[in-house]
Nanobody
Framework: QMRLAESGGGSVQAGGSLRLSCAHP????????VGWFRQAPGKQREWVAA????????SYSKAAKGRFSISRDLAENMVYLQMSSLRPEDSAMYYC??????????????????WGQGTRVTVTS
């Protein structure tokens, strides 16, 4: 069964940066979407960002825009989420998710069929 694997989480002070990594399988289609979601304790999981293959077209939530950047490495089958100017409210479990064959990136969980186990991000004030 294809899975995704996140890494790069940790604890950082407010204002700091972290880069999350997502290892994904080699997709058979050129059109795919890989995204990041997060879930804070007691809250619903929310979409953060996504990147559409093959155009490398990024999309961001309001909370992420201007502070986070999503990118990918085609050769390594990796997607990254560079997070800067982190705030305590960014603390959450971050999940990578993929929509293999998806020709456009959606922000709803139901469109993503592959998920990772998550990596925790803690931002201290």
């Amino acid at each position: 069964q294809m899975r995704l694997a996140e890494s790069g989480g940790g604890s950082v002070q407010a204002g700091g940066s972290l880069r999350l990594s997502c290892a994904h399988p080699a997709f058979t289609s050129a059109d795919n979407c890989v995204g990041w979601f997060r879930q804070a304790p007691g809250k619903q999981r929310e979409w953060v960002a996504a990147i559409q293959f093959p155009e490398d077209r990024p999309s961001y939530s309001k909370a992420a825009k201007g502070r986070f950047s999503i990118s990918r490495d085609l050769a390594e089958n990796m997607v990254y989420l560079q997070m800067s100017s982190l705030r305590p409210e960014d603390s959450a479990m971050y999940y990578c998710a993929a929509d293999p064959g998806g020709w456009t990136c959606a922000s709803e969980e139901k469109y993503f069929s592959l998920w990772g186990q998550g990596t925790r991000v803690t931002v201290t004030s």
